[in-house]
T-cell receptor
Framework: DVKVTQSSRYLVKRTGEKVFLECVQD?????MFWYRQDPGLGLRLIYF???????EKGDIPEGYSVSREKKERFSLILESASTNQTSMYLC??????????????FGQGTRLTVV | KNQVEQSPQSLIILEGKNCTLQ??????????LRWYKQDTGRGPVSLTI?????NTKSNGRYTATLDADTKQSSLHITASQLSDSASYIC?????????????FGAGTRLAVHP
């Protein structure tokens, strides 16, 4: 089974702090994604990566950056956390973007609260 | 605009009853449609996938339908169980520029009561 693991289930950070959210997948997937999930809005794509050291902006990249130094690890960075970044963050991975029916596998989520 | 709309927003049913969740989409070009189940505090897990040529697909007590002409899908849950309490998310994949982009609906929150 594919396993996508996020480093923390719950985080509480102060406004202005630099925050790192880590994600690791164990199935050698090329593609990795970071989403945030807010009530009534569905999942929104922040950033994705289709290869090591490659990254692409999603729909809401402002205030975030990412790092992918190794194939299995994709990090989301909040350079200066703000209260409007309080949300559930979900990491996902998939095998190959070129495969039409490829499935995205999700981690368990990190609920981040910025105070 | 590529959008996925789900209804109802929330639903409460009694254990053992059936229910149907709706998904309408305006995504183009269409690649496939998945229904995901998301338990509280967990990440989404895929239930079914449907491509353009498929009308119906079942996974145990879950049956998904797709009408590609009207751009509508439904998820029917038969003989509901307490463990079916979760959010159900409709996700439409748009294949463009060599990769799939996933468009998520906001989800339907289902509560099954004893």
């Amino acid at each position: 089974d594919v396993k996508v693991t996020q480093s923390s289930r719950y985080l509480v950070k102060r406004t202005g702090e630099k925050v790192f959210l880590e994600c690791v997948q164990d199935m050698d997937h090329e593609n990795m994604f970071w989403y945030r999930q807010d009530p009534g809005l569905g999942l929104r794509l922040i950033y994705f990566s289709y290869d090591v050291k490659m990254k692409e902006k999603g729909d809401i990249p402002e205030g975030y950056s990412v790092s992918r130094e190794k194939k299995e690890r994709f990090s989301l960075i909040l350079e200066s956390a703000s209260t409007n970044q309080t949300s559930m963050y979900l990491c996902a991975s998939s095998l190959d973007q070129g495969v039409v029916n490829t499935e995205a596998f999700f981690g368990q989520g990190t609920r981040l609260t910025v105070v | 605009k590529n959008q996925v709309e789900q209804s109802p927003q929330s639903l409460i049913i009694l254990e053992g009853k059936n229910c149907t969740l709706q998904c309408n989409y305006t995504v183009s070009p269409f690649s496939n449609l998945r229904w995901y189940k998301q338990d509280t505090g967990r990440g989404p897990v895929s239930l079914t996938i449907m491509t353009f040529s498929e009308n119906t697909k079942s996974n145990g007590r879950y049956t998904a339908t797709l009408d590609a002409d009207t751009k509508q899908s439904s998820l029917h849950i038969t003989a509901s169980q307490l463990s079916d309490s979760a959010s159900y998310i409709c996700v439409v994949s748009r294949f463009s520029g060599g990769y799939n982009k996933l468009i998520f609906g906001a989800g339907t929150r289902l509560a099954v009561h004893p």
